[in-house]
């Protein structure tokens, strides 16, 4: 049995209220959208009718949405902003308005140009969510107590303590063999889109892997995945991401702290103690410098300090 959808009201002309409930029936029938996403496409074009009774002075019909101006949008967008929406739901009620004009476009009804010219706001950018530096010391010094296998947990460690000591992306650890372990004081990763880089490495870093890799039990071929399974398989992020859950439970950590978070703090606590952009955005892998000035808004009261203390007038 199909849902039937909740009723609306258009404010608008009869032959407009047609087309509605053409774009409506098209969205169900052809795109297999649910009654619950119609509904939600409704009430948006319901509201954008609402605004334009204001800003027209009167119900509008197909020759009012044929003649809309960018700037007409834009109030509509302002109006929305004014309302309270935020920039996500804001975006979602312009992606409706896309979506009806382009099937009256398609369809031969009208084509308003206009709307193309009009930006959806941005949504929030998301900045990554380090872990303190006790925060850190203390899951590195916790790990290894969520395992009763010792190897496991000498290989939790040793992985958690790679993350955080080169700031190397899950993926990037998880993909190293055992011929990729850490030897000397740099070694080679293979990042996103094939890019290599040559990371510093700490010497409580080797020391953690060599730990691990005196207690595996597997194969230590060269061509072998460096950190395994219980079956001796490549180990699968899932179970990197349970351990963090549950370490998250015995530290009373926030739900941010993910195994990226590690990366993230590996970058937050290099330049907090005074590391520059430039360097960090190496060691990270990151292709613009754009990714990596995200860590500076991390921690603006440390580089203040580090700025006071590092300028020759500072002082």
């Excluded at 902003?81 to 009804?109: C, I």
């Excluded at 380090?130 to 992985?159: F, H, K």
């Excluded at 998880?174 to 293979?190: E, F, H, K, Q, S």
């Amino acid at each position: 049995m199909v849902e039937a959808r909740p009723p609306v009201h258009f404010p608008a002309g009869p032959v407009l209220r047609g087309v509605i409930d053409a774009w409506l029936d098209w969205l169900e029938a052809e795109r297999r959208a649910s009654a619950h996403t119609v509904s939600a496409y409704a009430r948006d074009f319901a509201a954008f009718l609402t605004f334009l009774v204001g800003h027209l002075g009167g119900e509008p019909d197909m020759d009012d949405l044929a003649t809309l101006s960018a700037a007409d949008f834009r109030a509509y967008l302002a109006a929305r902003t004014a309302e309270g929406l935020s920039r996500s739901s804001v975006a979602r009620h312009m992606s409706t308005l896309r979506g009806f004009f382009k099937f009256l476009d398609r369809t031969g009804r009208l084509s308003n140009p206009n709307i193309s010219t009009v930006r959806s706001p941005r949504p929030p950018r998301l900045l990554p969510r380090p872990l303190a530096e006790d925060e850190a010391i203390d899951a590195l010094g916790t790990i290894e107590e969520l395992q009763e296998d010792p190897w496991q947990a000498a290989r939790d460690l040793a992985l958690f303590t790679l993350l955080y000591g080169c700031g190397l992306r899950l993926g990037e650890a998880l993909g190293l063999n055992i011929g990729d372990a850490p030897r000397d004081d740099v070694m080679m990763i293979t990042g996103k889109g094939s890019k290599q880089r040559l990371v510093p490495v700490l010497p409580v870093v080797r020391d953690a892997v060599d730990a691990y890799l005196a207690l595996r039990p597997f194969d230590h071929a060269a061509d072998q995945p460096l950190f395994i399974g219980a079956r001796g398989r490549r180990l699968n992020p899932g179970v990197v991401q349970r351990q963090m859950r549950r370490l998250r439970s015995h530290l009373g950590l926030g739900e941010t702290a993910t195994p990226h978070a590690l990366r993230h703090s590996f970058a937050t606590h290099l330049l907090a103690r005074g590391g520059d952009l430039r360097t960090i955005q190496e060691l990270l892998g990151h292709r613009s410098l754009v990714s990596t000035q995200r860590y500076t808004e991390l921690d603006v009261s440390r580089l203040a300090i580090v700025h006071a203390e590092s300028h020759p007038r500072g002082k």
